[in-house]
């Protein structure tokens, strides 16, 4: 993926990159790794668009391997990374020589419709390329015509793609945003691997591997009785994950993106959500700090954790707040969205006059694992101060249910789910 | 200790906090070195340049100026002309002659004060071109050939574990990170949490003021499991965040800048960390970043300039360096204040016809400040080594990272050798970093290891008039003085700080008997006021 506001060119390349990852999003992770090549947006970040045959420009062809696709092994020796050396870059960078950005979104890729960069025959190396051990010494042959060179491009990929540990990298990817950041050797063997074989079968078909990932025994912590290795609530979620959850759960009112464009478009999403919300809380919105994406998904050994720290805990917090109130807490503004939480527990708690079971049920929904009873009494605070019996709170829902007057449960409802969606338990999934 | 246990015995206090001056106060009397200047308040402010920063057109070396033309024939610095580079040093000899970046002119200053050191063909062994994994070996301590000073540790955490092991427990973060959204790889520890604390983007003022509070009580009943472990790592940081936010803001708000910063966002770091200083915050060690420096195109902007983005670069961080120097010597705090340049790598000696350059391997590393012996160490890389057999690479490395480190843990901050040791060891050569010290680094006035006897004998036993006892205790705990008083006032703080109680105890036979059946067990400090003086003790309830 490219940094939207880091280097990606023209904003009609981001447009096609997003295109372009959104076409393959359920389709096959090897034809994307072809395609992104010739994305205009790609060629432009990584510089391969100024990569050619006599000043070579190893910017895309390093990252391609360390973090797109195989990705770096441990350091065996010098400029030796187990599954390739800093040779295979140099001569993946002649791969790529000469393929070039189309500022005039002339070229269409006729298998996606989308526009797409070129071959500068004259720019390309037609000389061989010869792999390191870590490839069994492969030797590519050099071509010059326009046709042969996207051939070799095909060569390339696919000796990359015939790697195990390609498959692998892609299913610790898969496992690491889906259910875990890090795991044990038991995992590793009976899960990625079993999955990368699976994923070398489909021909790296995404689909089917995933499917089966989230509808295995293992996802569900159904595949045995020991309750310490549960993997449920062992994530931290992202800024976007707590957003569209929030979002989801509480049915947020927002401008209809296509009858009130402006204010959805403007008002909601860029003033708020993307310049406030996500930079607060330390996600910059398809412009991660690093090429190698946010740190939650490569950064060891927190992974998830940077996703909570001290810099981004008020950008977090700050977001049920602003829902809740229908402007921004952070910095200001009206936000043109609201979350109403007395419709929602109407809506939604079956047993919304007792407080017991008012919180039992909002925890059942929001969190990883039931609460237990010094947690509810925690939160039935919210709505029953301290020494008061429960029955104050369920007479003050009956006659809000009868007269339709929300103020008093209102005040102690949005006390109640702020205190609940900041607790540490929302955090996780 | 494991900070994460303070955590929890700490978080149902009241919230009157002693504040760090008060405690650095008892520190001193915790210094291990008798004769030597007072190292309690000295700090490190590192300078991360993330990208890697292209050495070559940095410091250019002057006595290969034609083999440097030639490698660079279009991004070269210019010898003549108005962009024509700045001579550092005419008295240096000449392998070491060197011409500064034109946009260096702030850093030129520094070094004609002798307040600048720059170390030439700094890496280390096996250089892995991964910005990320290149950026990860600097953090934890690392080389090419191994990792065996540990991954999921940094070797600033490491160190601040051992070497501060007394101020783990402080309200303020011994280490501050500003400039990235991503806590550093370098401040994690082996068992204490949080020992660092990341400000990027936030209003130091007004920090404490909207944090508080706002992410409730915890649960308090965790299951041992993955999500477990997760709702204990979220209830610390939040925890943590809440107290470390007031001991930020309080300094933030009493501390100063003394002179005007250019406006840019690493002066603005470097302004924030100045006022955090001057504000007497206790913090040990700062992290700073500038972004930027992957110049795979585009360095310059047109063949034969100066200017361009490294220029701009290079112009920010040498302003930014400047006027944070002198705000601190304003202040007279320079004393205290050493600080140093890093980046993952260099880059490589052969431009990449993009007007730009790919990765290379050792880059030059700036240490700045009052206390640094202005000068240049090692000499001019030579360029013969780049040829089109190694990728145009110069790879000769003339000091490991580490040894820049361990020179200023040690001769600086005062460290040990076991606590070197086990910050980073070299395995490659399987030598302690203690022997490999940089010659020079310091001024003699300011270094430790010239003329400055370290003490063996315990001071605090020596000058403490009270005596509390026993310690640790479970319940029951006395305070016996040398002097013959009526009365103390005893205040006692909890790990975070926090003033529990306060109260005048009257002396039996010389004794106070205190019955503290009621705290939870853990670390607290006892401040024992009587007739003007006052002592700290830290005391553990067990």
């Given at each position: ?42 060629l ?12 070579p420009n190893?910017n ?37 020589s ?5 500022p ?6 006729p ?33 010059n ?19 195990e ?85 509480f ?38 700090d690093?090429?190698?994406?946010y ?27 602003s829902?809740?109130?229908?402007k ?82 209102r ?6 789910i ?12 | ?18 504040t ?173 949490h ?78 924030t ?151 980073f060891?070299?395995?490659t ?17 300011f270094d ?62 010389g ?26 003790h ?5």
């Amino acid at each position: 993926m490219v940094g939207k506001d880091t280097g990606v060119g023209a904003a009609t390349y981001f447009y096609d990159h997003l295109n372009l990852l959104d076409f393959y999003a359920f389709g096959n992770l090897k034809t994307l790794a072809k395609k992104i090549t010739l994305d205009n947006g790609m060629l432009d970040y990584l510089d391969n668009t100024q990569n050619n045959k006599n000043n070579p420009n190893e910017n895309y062809a390093r990252e391609y391997l360390e973090l797109f696709t195989i990705l770096k092994g441990e350091q065996i020796g010098p400029g030796n990374y187990t599954n390739y050396t800093e040779v295979d870059i140099q001569q993946a960078a002649k791969v790529f020589s000469g393929f070039k950005k189309r500022p005039e979104r002339s070229d269409i890729d006729p298998d996606t419709n989308i526009p797409m960069g070129y071959v500068n025959v004259n720019q390309h190396d037609s000389k061989d390329k010869t792999f390191s051990k870590a490839f069994g010494n492969r030797t590519i042959e050099g071509k010059n015509t326009e046709t042969e060179i996207f051939e070799e491009l095909d060569a390339f990929v696919e000796m990359i793609f015939a790697q195990e540990e390609t498959a692998k990298a892609y299913c610790r990817k898969l496992y690491r945003y889906f259910v875990k950041s890090d795991w044990n050797n038991e995992v590793e063997t009976d899960i990625i691997t079993t999955l990368a074989q699976i994923l070398i079968n489909n021909n790296y078909e995404i689909l089917p591997v995933v499917t089966i990932l989230l509808s295995s025994e293992h996802f569900y912590d159904a595949d045995d009785s020991d309750a310490t290795d549960n993997i449920i609530g062992s994530i931290i979620k992202s800024p976007l994950q707590l957003l569209s959850e929030i979002c989801t759960m509480f049915m947020v009112k927002y401008p209809n993106p296509t009858t009130d464009a402006l204010l959805y478009y403007r008002n909601f999403f860029l003033n708020f959500i993307h310049n406030r919300y996500f930079p607060a809380a330390g996600m910059e919105f398809f412009n991660p700090d690093e090429v190698a994406g946010y740190p939650a998904y490569y950064q060891t050994p927190g992974y998830d954790r940077n996703w909570f720290s001290s810099n981004t805990i008020i950008g977090r917090y700050k977001l049920i707040e602003s829902l809740i109130e229908g402007k921004n807490t952070i910095s200001g503004g009206n936000i043109y969205a609201q979350l109403d939480t007395v419709t929602f527990v109407k809506n939604n708690i079956p047993n919304a006059s007792d407080p017991n079971l008012l919180v039992t049920e909002i925890a059942n929904l929001l969190y990883p694992e039931t609460i237990d009873t010094d947690r509810t009494d925690y939160f039935k605070r919210f709505l029953v101060d301290e020494g008061f019996p429960d029955y104050y709170w369920s007479g003050v829902w009956s006659r809000y249910i009868n007269d339709g007057d929300a103020t008093t449960v209102r005040v102690r409802l949005n006390a109640l789910i702020i205190a609940m969606v900041n607790a540490a338990e929302f955090q996780l999934m | 200790m494991k900070r994460r246990h303070f955590i929890k015995l700490s978080s149902v206090a009241s919230a009157i906090a002693l504040t760090p001056f008060e405690l650095q106060g008892a520190m001193k009397s915790f210094m291990p070195y008798a004769n030597c200047p007072d190292i309690s308040n000295r700090k490190l402010v590192l300078i991360n340049l993330a990208g890697a920063n292209d050495g070559l057109n940095t410091i250019i070396p002057l006595n290969q100026y034609d083999i440097y033309s030639n490698l660079r024939p279009t991004i070269k610095v210019p010898n003549s002309g108005p962009d024509k580079y700045i001579s550092l040093d005419s008295s240096l000899p000449d392998n070491q002659q060197i011409g500064l970046n034109p946009a260096l002119t702030r850093l030129k200053s520094l070094y004609d004060k002798s307040w600048l050191r720059i170390m030439q063909s700094v890496g280390y062994p096996s250089q892995n071109k991964s910005h990320f994994k290149s950026t990860d070996l600097y953090l934890t301590g690392n080389d090419g050939n191994s990792l065996l000073n540990g991954t999921d540790t940094g070797w600033i955490g490491r160190f601040m574990e051992l070497y501060y092991t007394d101020l783990i427990v402080e309200n303020y973060p011994l280490a501050v990170e500003i400039g990235s959204n991503k806590t550093s790889l370098g401040f994690h520890a082996e068992e204490a949490h949080g020992l660092s604390l990341n400000i990027s983007g936030q209003d130091p003022a007004g920090f404490y003021s909207v944090l508080s509070g706002l992410g409730g009580v915890p649960p308090s009943n965790i299951p041992d499991s993955d999500y477990g472990k997760q709702l204990e790592f979220i209830t610390n940081t939040d925890a943590l965040s809440n107290t470390y936010a007031e001991s930020i803001s309080n300094a933030f708000n009493s501390g100063k800048n003394d002179i005007s910063y250019p406006d840019s966002d690493l002066a603005n770091q470097l302004k924030t960390v100045a006022r955090l200083i001057s504000g007497d915050l206790g913090s040990k060690i700062y992290m700073v970043r500038i972004s930027g420096f992957d110049t795979h195109n585009a360095q310059v902007q047109g063949p034969g300039e100066a200017i361009g983005k490294h220029h701009s670069l290079l112009t920010d961080l040498a302003e930014s360096m400047e006027a944070f120097m002198n705000d601190m010597n304003s202040q007279k705090l320079a004393d205290d204040v050493v600080g140093l340049t890093f980046s993952e790598f260099g880059r490589k000696a052969a431009e990449n016809g993009n007007l730009g350059t790919d990765h290379g391997e050792i880059a030059p590393m700036f240490v700045f400040g009052k206390p640094v012996e202005g000068g240049v160490s090692g000499t001019n890389p030579d360029l013969t080594e780049a040829t089109s057999s190694n990728n145009f690479q110069i790879q000769t490395v003339q000091y490991d990272y580490r040894q820049t480190f361990s020179t200023l843990l040690q001769n600086y901050l005062g460290a040990n050798n076991t606590i070197i040791d086990a910050t980073f060891f070299n395995h490659t050569i399987n030598d302690s970093f203690v022997n490999l010290k940089i010659d020079d680094l310091l001024k003699s006035e300011f270094d430790i290891s010239k003329g400055c006897i370290a003490s063996t004998k315990n001071l605090l036993a020596e000058t403490k008039n009270w005596l509390v006892y026993p310690n640790p205790f479970r319940d029951h705990v006395n305070i016996t003085g040398i002097n013959r008083t009526e009365t103390l006032t005893l205040s006692i703080y909890n790990a975070s700080g926090i003033l529990l109680l306060t109260k005048i105890e009257t002396l039996v036979d010389g004794n106070v008997a205190l019955n503290l059946y009621s705290f939870s067990n853990g670390v607290y400090f006892f401040e024992i006021s009587s007739e003007g003086t006052k002592e700290i003790h830290k005391v553990v309830k067990i």
